[in-house]
């Protein structure tokens, strides 16, 4: 039954982000990552749809 949970589960920009940030291969990479996110590459633009 978890397993089917897990395999359902979203992930949360948050996780999205973190997930990004520790991909990095070292400091200026993660530097432009960080600069990327912040930019809002990982907001979602529509939030609900009506």
């Excluded at 589960?9 to 912040?38: F, V």
């Amino acid at each position: 039954m978890t397993r089917i949970l897990r395999a359902l589960h979203i992930p949360s920009d948050e996780e999205m982000e973190r997930a990004y940030l520790d991909g990095a291969a070292n400091r200026y990479d993660l530097e432009m990552r960080e600069r990327e996110i912040s930019s809002g590459r990982f907001r979602r633009r529509f939030v609900a749809y009506y």
